[in-house]
């Protein structure tokens, strides 16, 4: 099993408790200097005599109280900022930006092509499709924001929309979702919250100081000398107190800005090469560079927030002063001659041919060559509903593949996006137009979950009536017939694909469409767990738009420590398999692991959700070995069907580690 993914993981999890360090190094540095500050004003003005004669102690209530106050006032603004994001989400900070929602229906040819790359990007990776907001900013710049690949977004400006070709902006999307797969999207994030506190400091202490200056303040000869010198001190002390946050607050904005340029440069290096991976195309992502480097305002964002987001960006987007020691992007010239060796130095780019930033809004869907292998899909044994047709039930994925599914979570190359773009193509026009309609989305969701059972359907329509909006039902008619003979490779897929225009709904819609989801799933005990999985995968990408969902956290050591949990999973799949030696398989794998069959009868959808939401908590390493053991299950008859294969791509969802399709043909980890 590959560990790359995991590893990124894991490695982006410390950085998070390294971030989390330097916060409260920085933290006592602060109250330490505030201490200090107070104590030398305090003392300046302690007549060590008269408080003797008074018998007065030196007033040590002063330096700490400061010092308290100000580690309170830090903490209170890291906290606030970090609930505040949390509500927002990646759309929070999409639109704090200025950043306008692109809607997945939209006609304008140039939005298409970006939200067509998106898409192939989404499916490649196994991801959901996120939603993409367009910043009226004329600089080459894009971002990813979110807690996670449910909540993510990506955010371009115009002027990496209209600047960049279809290779080029691949290129920039990609590195990207690098961001989303390797954790640093939710490091980056967090990093704003935190090192929002230290900045309130030094942004209080220049308010203050702006309001002396502009309110008129000075010293007043008319007055009595009482009143003037009284007067003149609370100013002199209010600008002093001014001064001295300003002071602290530097501190703070410098320790701030070397925690975010030492967390963010070594990632950009890791994301361009993941870019590459993925598109196997150095020279899209470095024309990309090369145009930023060319550009008269290069990458810069002039919104007024921009500073607060520098280290997420795609290219350095703010001004970070004349020294690189706070740059939170490495040199153009450097990412440029990492992905190019052979770099000239030049930032020469070919001009773009006329109409080539806005045409082809379909980016050219060909059948890619070599990416075709892909099974078609089996239908029932257990597993299935929806067949999608006699022809494609001759087809199975291979054994190969499938056993090193783990290895490829996190790793998308260049043939799952031409696999993307094959995928897209093949899929019913009917269906992708409903599918970028925030109200016939729902509508397609509903006709993936219809079970083929006549006794069944009735059921689920009955629910339907009782649950949806009155006015889909004609949608779901007109769907119905073509659902029921789409392939099960396309099922997944659609639904990422719908997903952008669900985060459309209202809350009340939100509400009404996930009752009527789980009233479908409800319907009958016998609905199909690949269908039931589908539902999974939906309702966990969908809800954090509506509702409150914490971050996920690491809470379990291990599968020693989930062993029921995995059992049940385990046992859930091998009764779906032909194989007597399905659990046997699994067990094989996680052979330090105490494992035991449950009987049909004490497996089900509800225990299988609960077991992989406990499995969910575990350390990303621990979530490779078990979907490297459910892979092993899937595969102990020696056949695995594509809607197997789907399944295990949805079970992997639902465990954070997404996984590209198993194409055929694909090379796999050696042993």
Known sequence: MATDFFQRQADARRTTAWLVGGFLVALVGIAVAVFLITLAAVGSQYD?????????????????????????????????????????GGTGVAEGLGGRRLSPDTPDPLERRLLNVTEEMAIASGTPAPPVFLMEERGINAFAAGYSPSDAVIGVTRGCAESLSRDELQGVIAHEFSHILNGDMRMSIRMIGVLHGILLLGLIGRLLVRVIFHSGSTFDSRRSN????????????????????????????????????????????????????????PDGIAG????????????????????????????????????????????????????????????????????????????GLAVAEGVSGFAGGEAGRGIGSNSGGAAAAERVVPIAVVEDAAGQVGE?????????KQLLASLPEPLVEAAHDPFSARAVIYVLLLDPDDEVRRAQRVALAEFADP?????VRRLAPIADGLEPRLRLPLVDLALPALAAMSSPQYQRFSRSVRALVAADNRLGLFEWTLSQVLLRHLSPKFERVRSPRVKRRGLADTAEAASVALSTLAHTSDSQNAFAAGREKLSDVPLRLLGS?????????????????????ERGRFVDAAAAVICA???????????????????????????????????
């Open 471 to 475: 006015r889909i039902h004609g949608v």
């Open 48 to 88: 060590a005599a008269a408080a003797q004669l008074a018998g007065a102690a030196f007033p040590w209530q002063a330096p700490i109280g400061a010092a308290a106050g100000a580690v309170g006032l830090i903490g209170c603004g890291s906290l606030y900022k970090v609930v505040a994001l949390r509500a927002g």
């Open 288 to 363: 990309a560079l090369k145009r930023i480097g060319a550009a008269v305002g290069h990458g810069r964002i002039r919104h007024p927030r921009a500073a607060e987001l520098s280290h997420m960006y795609f290219a350095q987007g703010v001004w970070e002063g004349f020294s690189s020691l706070m740059a939170t992007h490495p040199p153009l010239d450097k990412r440029i001659t990492a992905l190019l060796p052979n770099w000239d130095g030049s930032f020469d780019v070919a001009p773009l041919a006329s109409g080539g930033a806005s045409g082809a809004a379909g980016g």
């Open 601 to 621: 009868a004490d497996v089900g959808l509800d225990p299988f959700r609960n077991a992989l939401a406990t499995l969910a908590e575990m350390p990303e390493s």
């Open 637 to 671: 008859d020696d056949r695995v069907s594509v809607v197997e294969a789907e399944l295990l791509r949805g079970v992997s969802d639902l465990l954070d580690c997404p996984m590209p399709p198993l194409l055929a043909g694909q090379p796999v980890a050696a042993g």
């Open 412 to 420: 998308p190359e260049d043939r799952h996006r031409q696999y993307a």
């Open 226 to 281: 009482s009143e003037s010198g009284k007067g003149g001190v609370a100013v002199l002390a209010a600008l002093a107190i001014g001064v001295a946050l300003i002071v602290v607050g530097s501190i703070g904005s410098l320790v701030g800005g070397l925690i975010k340029a030492a967390v963010s440069r070594q990632r950009e290096y890791l994301a361009d090469a993941s870019a590459v991976q993925f598109t196997r195309n």
